[in-house]
């Protein structure tokens, strides 16, 4: 199993610009989250999918930022435009159930995103 | 709603030291809990959970953790640490259909 896997993994572009990072999910789990990770605000949720479905979310920052999952297999978070504040590491985690399943979730290994 | 309060943001120790890193949630309903460690530039790794059962859960290198319902705890203890534990750890809880609680981290540094 080649785990949850995030592209690219690391991303440096300039203000205004947009950005689009990718997740492509573990075989088989029905559940997708988007989070957002700073040394001053810790690990955020951004968003969660079931079963393709957009279930919360309560935690996008704003409307520059949007979330698309067309299969069980791709995800994609794109921001537009791109401000210097969004510099952060975006990790992609998929499940083997539900938003509180027993399972837990498995993360990718994130896409440090820096805007300049 | 569920919370998790890791009191520690950084314990330093030293190495073959034993360590506890502490952490208590709050919810009103039968939680799930787990410990991530996350390593330097990599993403969150699953340590060790407990959802029912023998209340100690232990992980393949040598991390254990006890549930104790009454005091709504889930510390993680290592009797003996290496330099390689050095990472960040999270509690998270979870329950039901509200997505995972994570806590905000405390970083484990051990020197030799």
């Known amino acids: 199993d080649a785990g949850v896997i995030q592209s690219p993994r690391h991303e440096v572009t300039e203000m205004g610009q947009e950005v689009t990072l990718r997740c492509k999910p573990i075989?088989?789990?029905?559940?997708l989250f988007w989070y957002r990770q700073t040394m001053m605000r810790g690990l955020e949720l951004l968003i969660y999918?079931?079963?393709?479905?957009?279930?919360?979310d309560s935690g996008m920052p704003e409307d520059r930022f949007s979330a698309k999952m067309p299969n069980a297999s791709f995800s994609t978070l794109k921001i537009q435009p791109s401000e210097p504040r969004d510099s952060a590491v975006y990790f992609c985690?998929?499940?083997?159930?539900?938003?509180?399943?027993?399972?837990?979730?498995?993360f990718g290994s994130g896409t440090r995103l820096t805007v300049v | 709603a569920q919370s998790v309060t890791q009191l520690d943001s950084q314990v330093p120790v030293f190495e073959e030291a034993p360590v506890e890193l502490r952490c208590n949630y709050s919810?009103?309903?039968?939680?799930?809990l787990f410990w991530y460690v996350q390593y330097p530039n990599q993403g969150l790794q699953l340590l060790l959970k407990?959802?029912?059962?023998?209340?100690l859960v232990e992980s393949i290198n040598g991390f254990e953790a006890e549930f104790n319902k009454s005091q709504t705890s889930f510390h993680l203890r290592k009797p003996s640490v290496h330099i390689s534990d050095t990472a960040e750890y999270f509690c998270?809880?979870?329950?039901?259909?509200?997505?995972?609680?994570f806590g905000k981290g405390t970083m484990l540094l051990v020197s030799p």
């Open positions: 985690a998929s499940s083997l159930g539900g938003a509180g399943t027993g399972y837990g979730y498995t």
């Open positions: 075989s088989g789990h029905n559940s």
């Open positions: 999918f079931n079963n393709n479905v957009p279930i919360d």
């Open positions: 919810s009103s309903v039968s939680v799930y």
């Open positions: 407990y959802l029912s059962g023998s209340t």
């Open positions: 998270a809880v979870g329950s039901g259909y509200s997505t995972l609680t």
